[in-house]
């Protein structure tokens, strides 16, 4: 078989699909490739290029056939998708990323560590956090207008909300069990964005891409405070 200069991987859950072209730009590999045959078989292809859609485990894949001697690109989906030369299937994706990736203007999202994505899965816990606390935020307003009790916007309104309900006797027996369920659950809420709060100061504090900032950066605002990850 010709010496393949260029592999596209189109990944999945259980099966991927490998599409490979030769110095010529011919197909010389179409074949599927279950996940537990991946390493087995990169591990004994001779150092060629790869290319992978970044999607979920994109950069697990990347950082695996990186160490076993492969070069991996990987590229946007947005970038591959104008490639696709018929129906959307996973042998048309590969064929498509092995396109796109051979394209001199191409751009391609950087490789983050491990490290890397540990802090960015940080980040993205604290966000859904901060989710969960808006909803339940709401929920308590309203619950509360319901029985004619409003207060000032912000979360540091909520506390004193809760107080004013738990001390009117007028409001039924239910009803004030049901807001201190919620308050309960709130002030769990509060130590853990407290607590993410601290992990990430403490991330950037130690981080020294965080604390220079440089071009090729990328910045995750996460309300009151900011980290940077490189990308």
Known sequence: MDQIIRIGIDTSKSVFQLHGVNAAEQPVLRKKLR????????????????????????????????????????????????????????????????????????RFVPLKSEDEQAALMLVNVRERLIRVQTQLVNAIRGHAAEFGLTAAKGVRNVRSLLQRVSEDKTFPAMARDLFATMAGEFERLQEQIKEMDGRLLTWQRNNEVSRNPHPRLWSMHTGRKECRLTG
Request: net charge positive; charged share 25%.
């Open 35 to 106: 996940r537990k045959e991946m390493v087995d078989y990169f591990t004994k292809c001779q150092p060629t290029v790869i290319g992978i859609e970044a999607c979920g485990a994109s950069h697990h894949w990347a950082r695996l056939l990186t160490s076993l001697g492969h070069e991996v690109k990987m590229i946007a989906p947005q970038f591959v998708k104008p490639y696709v030369k018929r129906g959307k299937n996973d042998a048309a994706d590969a064929a498509a990323i092995c396109e796109a990736m051979s394209r001199p203007t191409m």
